[in-house]
């Protein structure tokens, strides 16, 4: 971990905080680089938003949380009539 100082700066109608390219390059991000900005008293923390991946997903995903299966029934519709289940 890395701890620079910087300044809140005027920006329009708004302040910024800029980051020196060392500091983008350390963190991963770039112009346009989505991020999550959380506040809290006397606190602000920037972090990266990066889409998870399909394996990230699949192993945070809780089968007794979620309900389990989306289709428990037997072939509807088209599925039945491929299957000669009507």
């Keep these: 971990m ?5 300044q809140i700066r005027a920006w329009g109608n708004g302040l910024a905080l800029r980051l020196t390219k060392p ?8 112009e346009g680089s989505p991020v999550r900005v959380t506040i809290e008293p006397g606190r602000i923390i920037i972090e990266t938003e ?6 990230q997903m699949l192993s945070a995903f809780d089968p007794n949380r979620h ?5 428990s029934g ?3 519709g088209e599925e039945a009539f491929a299957h000669g289940d009507a």
């Excluded at 500091?23 to 770039?30: E, I, L």
């Excluded at 990066?50 to 394996?55: H, K, R, V, Y």
């Design 67 to 71: 309900g389990g299966e989306a289709m």
């Design 23 to 30: 500091m983008a390059r350390t963190a991963g991000v770039s």
């Design 50 to 55: 990066t889409e998870p991946t399909l394996d």
């Design 74 to 76: 037997g072939a509807v």
């Design 2 to 6: 890395s701890t620079s100082a910087a």
